[in-house]
């Protein structure tokens, strides 16, 4: 089928008194619809930049110098303000985070999910307070909490709330950027687990980011791996996590093969991302990657396919 959402070629400087700062270099991935991508990689490596470039979130000193986004067909790039009020509503939503910062402090639970329903699709408040209970029942929670305020929710009821008002126009698209971080573990699992159950009732697609790759192992239909402002591994989820190709990857998985005997479990990688005002030559991962060799100093690997549907950027394919 032909992509709900295409990025092709997506580069977003930030401009800074010492020159441009390059924090998504020609990054290019597709969306069908009901899929799922999870967009991963280490805090700064460009993820949510990339996710506010494609709803046109960005403001200075981030500007988006190069690059195609298309939904649906559409130039998102192209879009007016007027068009782009529509699009972030109907076509695609954003689940932040934080959902204490999104949720606003003073207004209860059902006007938050109302007002968007009355501003975009013109019906009454009554209408819409009726439409906020179904979502809410559809996040699970009971529709006796129209009336609470965002202070008497635990902070799993806080996020799923979150999520009901990114539905709330039923966009055929989400971008969920660390929707679960700030909640313990248990309560992480549930949500996600709500989410998957949308998505198949719904039909949604999802661009899911995260730092955890585990998260997103049986949630996600394909996977996209960012490193310093690039994409380093592309593949199907199974075969990224049967058979992880980029060292960065198998790093991220704990799994550094190790030269001689059984692969190791490592918490992490060691090292640190690279500072982005001055990355590294050659490939920007050779600082940390136990299997650099002489090219990668000098030489940008190019990502290329490697195996079906597997892409990788890395000089030892
Ligand atoms: Fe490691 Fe070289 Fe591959 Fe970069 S190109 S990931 S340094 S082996
Ligand atoms: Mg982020």
């Known amino acids: 089928p032909s992509p709900l ?11 800074t008194p010492t020159g441009p700062v390059c924090a998504v270099d020609n990054v290019s991935f597709d969306i069908a619809p009901g899929e799922v991508l999870g967009l991963a990689g280490e805090s700064g490596s460009g993820k949510s930049t990339v996710a506010m470039a494609i709803m046109r979130l960005l403001r200075p000193p981030a500007v988006i110098t190069g690059g195609h986004v298309y939904f649906a067909g559409q130039d998102v790039l192209a879009m007016n303000e007027e068009q782009l009020r529509a699009f972030r509503w109907r076509k695609m939503a954003l689940v932040f985070q934080s959902a204490m910062t999104a949720l606003n402090p003073v207004l209860t639970i059902g006007e938050q999910i109302a007002d968007p329903i009355i501003a975009h699709d013109g019906v009454t408040p009554a209408q819409a307070m009726e439409r906020a209970a179904a979502l809410l029942k559809l996040v699970n929670i009971d529709s006796s909490r129209l009336n609470s305020y965002p202070h008497q929710l635990s902070g799993g009821m806080r996020q799923r709330v979150v999520i009901a008002i990114a539905m709330a126009l039923k966009p055929p698209f989400l971008i969920m950027d660390e929707p679960t971080t700030a909640l ?74 190790s030269v001689r005997g059984p692969r190791r479990r490592l918490q992490g990688i060691p090292g640190s991302p690279p500072d982005m005002r001055n990355p590294p030559p050659g490939c920007r ?27 990788g950027a890395c000089h030892l394919y």
Do not use: M, W
């Open 5 to 15: 959402l295409s990025v092709q070629d997506l580069r977003v400087e930030f401009i």
């Open 184 to 257: 313990d573990v248990v309560v992480q699992k549930e949500i996600l687990q709500q989410i998957a159950e949308l998505k198949e009732r719904l039909g949604f697609s999802i661009l899911f980011i995260t730092h955890d790759l585990s998260l997103i192992a049986e949630f996600s239909t394909r996977i996209a791996i960012l490193y310093a402002g690039k994409l380093a591994e592309t593949a199907r989820a199974k075969d990224l996590f049967s058979d992880p190709k980029h060292p960065y990857t198998q790093g991220l998985l704990g799994s550094f093969p």
């Open 285 to 311: 991962f050779h600082p940390r990657c136990p299997q650099a060799f002489a090219t990668c100093q000098n030489e940008l690997p190019v990502l290329r396919e490697i195996a079906p549907e597997h892409r």
